[in-house]
């Protein structure tokens, strides 16, 4: 749903559009959901985390561009049926592009900026995919219908320039000579503001001829980005269409800009996120964006009265050149891109955030008009005083000084800019005519080639630069590398290739491919060595990320769409190929774990990465590699459960051997700063013309990205279970210490030992048959790592070493074993003390469920040693560590609870005891009456005065009942805990059967024997009482 288009810059705001993408091939494997709705112009999006938690924004325009549209047979997105809520690309230029259009006309200064995160539509909505065009190309189609319209009242002169920022380098996409080192000035003007120096406006009379510079630009950008491996998704592309309307009756000139920005992928800003790298301040990713977004924060602020506050406008080269379109004289509109699935949401919030500031910024735009001969007037006025300030510097003697330099420049450019303004039209459409027929000429010559010949087809990670370069394979032998002084060769640039790379043989409409030596070459996925015959949409990668699409002749092509074969395919191609796939489900199933498809893309997504860190690595002469690896694929938490799996890349220095272990935001940001030194490098290697190999490019510690200090590396763990101690059951074990991935890193000795106070060992007759038994009682144990055995980590290189680290229980800090170096069977001999006080249920629930993780840490020279933290712990006064204690309410809490159970048994026996005793008083008065009688009859046997009574009998008999019930339900406890394992088999189920069959019989055969003693028992005193009531009746 859309607001009125007529409304548009009734007041000069910034104007804010908001547009939601359908789900991308990624978004839909993963079975992502849509957390966004749009009602209106409103727009909400939900925390897929928390479905309570959402949040509504309010813009001018909101696009639905999600769902309900369909593709019709000349391949446009319709919607799917008419007056359907898709926003399509007509409908959102109806909105945003005629009211551009419509100002520049007026003479206002106009801008589009297209914001959003990579991959969410900025470049669809302003350049447009094949049919779908955007709003760029639609605007000029109808620009020069409005213009052919007027001709009579106006004469309309345009001018195209195209640009990019890169890492704050200006570079003039339509320029013909070799790139600028250090890209083109930026320089300020009183009248002009900011504007790039010597940036090529080409005249244009037609959307044809726009529509060839365009593609003409975006040629420059994919071979730029090639060749000094750049990423374009970090680049700002800029179009600027200057309009000048003279109308010469009146007498006046209006003259317009209108700048079309497709700004760098906004999480590229917030690509090393809360990750602390010691190169990540000062280093910003993208300096413009992180400048524009303070502009607009900063101008968002004026529009809601703060004062006094400063715009950082001159801070970054974007925002030099957009000073005029935020806060400055022209109507602004944001088009700020969504993807609308759940894992994007943190992105999508910010994007909607960015908006919502931008939305506030008030602009003062004015109508550009002035008498035609103003400019001119103004120009030649100011050399006048320019003139006069120099011949009195001259005089004063001040000829060389600075000033005087800058006066001269100064005057030479109002010289250019009067005779640029007084050239005529004419006379600058006749030398872009000249390009104009040469530019023709190749690109009908390139459609001609692509009918008669096979050839290979650049894909790139930004889908705007795919298939824009096509390098044709005649017949016969054609070599591809970086050398071109062959005729038969094809000159290619990037990372990785070499001079001769591979060979290509076009013979009798077969083509194949030979890999020279060293080259690396991927075919499919699969590295080749030998001569391979290419098939027609074949996948292509030559050295570490040159991709390419082999495309054969017209025959073989049939109408198939190459457009699947897409970055993501080759990636996951190559991954496949590496043994790291999906399976099945990726075919858009509900199965797959979405953590792991995530770590599944993380993976894909780095591996290119990865293969150019480690080219401009080699070439650099650094001697550091990269790998990729997945952190706790194998490992567990302290209850045996997976731990998350993430992507982290080894880093390994081939001379020293040191290794460091990045996360992927800290390589991501790394490979970006990479990227900066080596661009560098390449740039002043192209100035010297220096082809050798340099040797090792050398950087201060502080700014070199390819190093760091080195640092304790976990190596694996290895789980040491504590069941045994709730039963206070010594224990030894030899345990396998895991790698991340599941490999044997080392052999680890360990034992738990249930001790007294003063650490001496508890004997068998300690061992309690009920865990509860210890519950409120003083807990001691002791943990001893022997010895580790077989240390790969040492193995592999002998100047390293070890510690063991764990934590027990509720220890805030890990411990850790002093450091042992130098050997691969390292004696530790580390023994720690352990006490719990009152033992408390948690502690018991502890011991019997978890276990403590040990986890092996690997030293390497230069790197300080961990050591335990002490501060937060407890000792006892025998300086054991004390344990189960951590929350004071809690303990006092469990141990009321403890207590008050206690006191209620005491109770209880006190009950127990007060009707003993009364039984007893009752009893001891009837055998004084007895005695008594027995006295006065004179006829007592001695003895048995002294039997107990049968109520003390019977007291007996329950205890022992008792206690045989103890064992019964210690055995219906291990009965319960006995479940078959995960992976039994058939056998192993039937194994477990039998077992528990056996425990059943046990347990009933304990229980009969209970039950029969007691009967027996109870027989027994009912029978002596009997016996008695008959001698004592
Ligand atoms: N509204 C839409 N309808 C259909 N497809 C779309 C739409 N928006 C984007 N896409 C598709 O999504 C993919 C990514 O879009 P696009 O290249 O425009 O992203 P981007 O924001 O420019 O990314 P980057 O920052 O990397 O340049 C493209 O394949 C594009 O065709
Ligand atoms: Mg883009």
Request: glycine share 6%.
């Amino acid at each position: 749903m859309r607001a009125k288009a007529s409304d548009m810059h009734r007041k000069d705001c910034v104007k804010v559009a908001v547009r939601v993408r359908p789900f991308n091939k990624r978004e839909r494997d993963a079975g992502s959901r849509c957390i966004i709705s749009l009602v209106s112009t409103s727009i909400t999006i939900q925390d897929p985390r928390d479905c309570h938690n959402r949040r509504s924004f309010c813009f001018d325009y909101a696009y639905w561009s999600h769902s309900g549209f369909t593709r019709d047979h000349s391949g446009l997105f319709v919607p799917e049926e008419p007056g359907g809520r898709y926003a399509d690309q007509h409908s959102v230029f109806q909105d945003l592009g005629v009211g551009i259009l419509e100002n520049a006309l007026q003479g206002y200064n106009t801008t589009l900026l297209a914001y959003g995160q990579t991959g969410s539509g900025k470049s669809y909505s302003m350049v447009g995919h094949g049919p779908n065009k955007g709003l760029v190309p639609k605007l000029c189609e109808r620009l020069f219908e409005a213009i052919r319209g007027n001709q009579e009242n106006r004469q309309c002169q345009v001018f195209f320039s195209m640009l990019e920022i890169y890492n704050e380098q200006v570079v003039d996409l339509l320029s013909r000579g070799s790139r600028t080192a250090g890209g083109l000035r930026v320089r300020e003007e009183l009248q002009r503001g900011f504007y790039v120096e010597g940036l090529r406006k080409i005249p244009c009379e037609n959307a044809l001829q726009v529509e060839q510079l365009m593609e003409q630009g975006t040629r420059t950008r994919t071979t730029a980005a090639t060749h000094m491996n750049a990423n374009s998704s970090r680049s700002h592309m800029l179009i600027i269409l200057q309009l000048k309307q003279i109308f010469s009756k009146e007498s006046i000139t209006k003259q317009s800009n209108i700048n079309l920005v497709d700004l760098a992928g906004s999480e590229r800003q917030r690509s090393s996120g809360s990750e602390a790298d010691r190169l990540k301040e000062g280093t910003a990713i993208n300096l413009s964006l992180t400048t524009l977004g303070n502009v607009i924060s900063a101008l968002a602020d004026v529009a809601v009265g703060k004062k006094a506050v400063h715009i950082p406008y001159r801070d970054s080269v974007l925002t030099k050149l957009l000073q005029s379109a935020l806060g400055g004289n022209s109507r602004t509109v944001m088009i700020a891109t969504l993807s609308p699935a759940d894992i994007c949401y943190e992105e999508s919030l910010s994007t909607l955030r960015y908006a919502e500031r931008a939305k506030r910024i008030q602009n003062k735009a004015v109508v550009n008009e002035s008498p035609t001969e103003r400019l001119v007037k103004e120009l030649k006025a100011e050399n006048t005083r320019l003139m006069q300030k120099l011949s009195r510097m001259d005089q004063e003697g001040r000829r060389a000084s600075d000033e005087s330099k800058e006066l001269r420049q100064l005057l030479t450019q109002n010289e250019l800019q009067i005779r640029a303004i007084q050239t005529l039209w004419e006379q600058h459409l006749q030398e872009a005519l000249k390009d104009w027929e040469q530019q023709y000429a190749s690109i009908t010559q390139e459609r001609r080639m692509m009918q008669m010949y096979p050839y290979i087809l650049n894909i790139n990670e930004d889908a705007q630069l795919s298939g824009v370069v096509k390098l044709f394979i005649q017949e016969g032998e054609w070599g591809i590398g970086l050398c071109d002084s062959s005729t038969r060769s094809i000159p290619i640039k990037g990372l990785g290739i070499q001079e001769r790379h591979a060979v290509f043989r076009n013979e009798q409409r077969r083509v194949t491919l030979t890999p020279l030596t060293g080259s690396k070459v991927i075919v499919n996925g699969n590295t080749v060595y030998e001569t391979t015959e290419l098939q027609h949409l074949d996948r292509l990668i030559l050295g570490s990320n040159c991709t390419y699409l082999f495309i054969g002749y017209p025959s073989e092509r049939g109408g198939d769409d190459w457009s699947r074969y897409d970055y993501d395919y080759f990636q996951s191609e190559l991954a496949a190929a590496e043994g790291i796939h999906l399976g099945e489900s990726s075919t858009g199933s509900d199965q797959t774990d979405p953590s792991l498809l995530a770590v599944f893309y993380d993976y894909i997504k780095l591996m290119p990465l990865v293969a150019e860190a480690n080219q401009m690595s080699q070439e650099l002469n650094k001697g550091v590699e990269f790998k990729l690896e997945i952190k706790n694929l194998a490992l567990s938490d302290s209850r045996g459960h997976d731990l998350q799996k993430d992507i982290v890349v080894r880093v390994t220095s081939a001379g020293s051997k040191q290794v460091w272990m990045w996360s992927k935001a800290k390589f991501v940001n790394r490979k970006f700063l990479m990227e900066e030194v080596y661009q560098q490098f390449k740039a002043e290697q192209l100035e010297d013309k220096r082809v050798e190999d340099l040797p090792a490019v050398v950087l201060p510690r502080d700014k070199d990205p390819f190093w760091d200090p080195v640092e304790p590396l976990l190596l694996g763990t290895a789980h040491l279970w504590l069941q045994s101690l709730a039963f206070r059951i010594p224990l030894e074990e030899q345990l396998e210490v895991l790698g991340s991935e599941g490999t044997e890193e080392a052999i680890l000795q360990a034992e738990l030992l249930p001790c007294t106070s003063t650490g001496l060992p508890l004997g068998e007759d300690d061992i309690l048959i009920d865990p509860s038994e210890a519950l409120g009682r003083r807990l001691d144990f002791q943990l001893v790592l022997d010895q580790c055995c077989g240390v790969r980590w040492i193995r592999e290189a002998r100047n390293r070493g070890i510690q063991i680290g764990f934590r027990v229980f509720d220890c805030s800090e890990p411990l850790y074993t002093p450091a042992v170096w130098h050997n691969i069977n390292p004696l530790l001999d580390h023994r720690v003390q352990f006490t719990s006080i009152h033992t408390s249920q948690r502690l018991l629930d502890y011991l019997q469920s978890s276990a403590v993780v040990l986890e092996l840490w690997g030293l390497q020279e230069g790197c300080t040693q961990m050591n335990s933290s002490l501060e937060a712990v407890r000792m006892t006064s025998e300086g054991d560590f004390i344990i189960d204690e951590s929350d004071p309410s809690e303990a006092a809490l469990s141990f009321s609870a403890e207590l008050s159970c206690s006191v209620k048994a005491l109770q209880q026996d006190l009950e127990d005891q007060k009707s003993l005793n009364e039984s007893l008083r009752r009893e001891n008065h009837s055998l004084r009456e007895q005695l008594n009688t027995a006295k006065n009859g004179g006829d007592i046997a001695r003895g048995r005065s002294l039997r107990p009574s049968c109520d003390a009998e019977f007291a007996r008999a329950l205890k022992v009942f008792y206690h045989s019930m103890t064992s019964v339900r210690a055995q219906l406890q291990r009965l319960r805990r006995h479940r078959p394992s995960e992976e039994s088999d058939l056998l192993g189920l039937r194994l477990f059967v039998d077992e528990q069959n056996r425990l059943l019989r046990d347990f009933s055969e304990q229980l009969e024997e209970s039950v029969s003693a007691l009967k027996q028992d109870v027989a027994a005193i009912v029978r002596r009482k009997r016996e008695r009531s008959g001698i004592w009746s």
